[in-house]
Antibody
Framework: QVQLQESGPGLVKPSQTLSLTCTVS??????????WSWIRQPAGKGLEWIGR???????NYNPSLKSRVTISVDTSKNQFSLKLSSVTAADTAVYYC??????????????WGQGTLVTVSS | DIQMTQSPSSVSASVGDRVTITCRAS??????LAWYQQKPGKAPKLLIY???SLQSGVPSRFSGSGSGTDFTLTISSLQPEDFATYYC?????????FGPGTKVDIK
């Protein structure tokens, strides 16, 4: 059973960089054909897809965030990470990591982490 | 970007009711649509992918239909554990976009 777990600071100052890590257990992050994705959800609002990294290391980012987002993978630790620079209060949200099996579930996200709240405030 | 809308935004229903939620895409997305259930404080859970395929472990009272621009999620007999918010997500084109959600609450 694949499990994902987000970790990182819960409070980030405005203009700084938000950094989160997702640790994958129950399977190797580098095996199979998967996108490893980040999604966020402001309190009381809907879901926003941030970006993803493929097993090979290639990345795709939401155009609305592309200039500020970097997603990377560390296969030795079975982790992938999100960096979001120049944050503002509008970036305050619960951040989720999730798995997209590319083909198996037709672009859907089948496993999710529990989410971690990141607040941007001075 | 493709825009996703859902209706209704909320629905009040009783245990045993049949509930139908509609999702509409601003342009055709073939069958590249997923449905998720989210309970307060929890991550979304995948229910349906490819518009009508039931994810493993999801009860058969959930079903999905549609293609192109119009899609439906149906709960055939609402159970107490089904009170939640439901989101659709298009996976046809980049970036993936979620609908605004439909909250199903107790009547």
């Amino acid at each position: 059973q694949v499990q994902l777990q987000e970790s990182g600071p819960g409070l980030v100052k405005p203009s700084q960089t938000l950094s989160l890590t997702c640790t994958v257990s129950g399977g190797s992050i580098s095996s199979g054909s998967y996108y490893w994705s980040w999604i966020r959800q402001p309190a009381g609002k809907g879901l926003e897809w941030i970006g993803r990294i493929y097993t090979s290391g290639s990345t795709n980012y939401n155009p609305s965030l592309k200039s500020r987002v970097t997603i990377s993978v560390d296969t030795s630790k079975n982790q992938f990470s999100l960096k979001l620079s120049s944050v503002t209060a509008a970036d305050t949200a619960v951040y989720y990591c999730a798995r997209d099996p590319v083909i198996a579930v037709a672009g859907a996200l089948d496993y999710w982490g529990q989410g971690t709240l990141v607040t941007v405030s001075s | 970007d493709i825009q996703m809308t859902q209706s209704p935004s909320s629905v009040s229903a009783s245990v045993g009711d049949r509930v139908t939620i509609t999702c509409r895409a601003s342009q055709g997305i073939s069958s590249w649509l997923a449905w998720y259930q989210q309970k307060p404080g929890k991550a979304p859970k995948l229910l349906i992918y490819a518009a009508s395929s039931l994810q493993s472990g999801v009860p058969s009272r959930f079903s999905g239909s549609g293609s192109g621009t119009d899609f439906t999620l149906t709960i055939s007999s609402l159970q107490p554990e089904d009170f939640a918010t439901y989101y659709c997500q298009q996976a046809n084109s980049f970036p993936p976009i979620f609908g605004p959600g439909t909250k199903v609450d107790i009547k």
